[in-house]
């Protein structure tokens, strides 16, 4: 992808890194290892990355509130958890599957992805494959899947009126409009990945960068695609940050990026 910048690897030796999240605050990027069950911080241009949370639950996705906290879609335990305090583990009477990525709105609302892809072999037992909604501590199934959709990473666009999800069994990027009181509308095909889409981002600018079997693949806001930055192992999810927002990072790679795509 012209203009993306080089790719640098900042890290290695972990089992499988996913779940980049930049705080502000703090000056760092967490993110977890699943296999291992911790969430490490890294301090760019300092050690390395030490351990946070352990045991995380085998964390997989985090994202930060408005209000700084931690919360974490954990596999292992099957639950959402807000600085290590589960918020969600059930839902009409049956244990979640193995929630895998989360999103929060500025108004402090969820939005996870629950995919069985944590439970192996043992049976879900829930009758579909949902995206949720925690508002406080109320949970919605915003969206009941069939048993064989896999939904992955999500995010938001900039003006918070969309929610992206992106699937890692047909990988395409779908969208849900957001009404006023945070409920999902009508989901609808956004953009179609070459393969195995798995988390994403969204820039300031509302292009998306979705993670997948060729690398990082970048869409322009309508869906179309401006192609795709290359990594040196295939990357489980990114996120932007860096004190000036323009960092993109994976998993295993620290993507710089000189500037967003020219807008269409």
Request: hydrophobic share 40%; charged share 20%.
């Amino acid at each position: 992808l012209v203009g993306a910048g080089e790719v640098e690897l900042v890290a290695g030796g972990y089992q499988f890194t996913a779940g980049p999240q930049w705080r502000a605050t703090a000056g760092d990027l967490v993110f977890t290892d699943i296999p291992a069950s911790t969430i490490f911080r890294y301090v760019p241009g300092g050690s390395e990355p030490t351990p946070l949370r352990m045991p995380s639950g085998m964390a997989n996705g985090l994202a930060i509130a408005p209000d700084g906290a931690l919360w974490a879609a954990e596999h292992g335990s099957r639950t959402v958890s807000r600085d290590a305090v589960a918020m969600a583990s059930r839902f009409e009477g049956g244990r979640l599957n193995s929630p895998n990525d989360l999103v929060i709105a500025e108004d402090g609302t969820v939005y996870f992805t629950d995919p069985p892809f944590g439970i192996g072999d043992q049976p879900g037992e829930l009758p579909f494959m949902g995206v949720f909604r925690l508002a406080g501590t109320t949970l919605t199934a915003e969206h009941r899947g069939a048993l064989a959709e896999r939904p992955n990473g999500l995010g938001l666009s900039p003006d918070g009126a969309r929610l992206y999800v992106a699937y890692s069994n047909d990988g395409v990027v779908y969208r849900f409009g957001i009404q006023a009181d945070g409920a999902l509308g009508t989901r609808e095909p956004h953009a179609t990945t070459s393969g195995g889409a798995d988390g994403l981002a969204v820039d300031r600018a509302g292009n998306l960068f979705v993670t997948s079997s060729t690398g990082v693949e970048v869409f322009a806001p309508d869906g179309s695609a401006w192609g795709t930055i290359a990594a040196p192992e295939q990357p489980a999810n990114c996120a932007f940050g860096d004190p000036d927002g323009k960092t993109l990072e994976a998993k295993w790679a620290r993507m710089k990026r000189r500037e967003a795509p020219p807008q269409k």
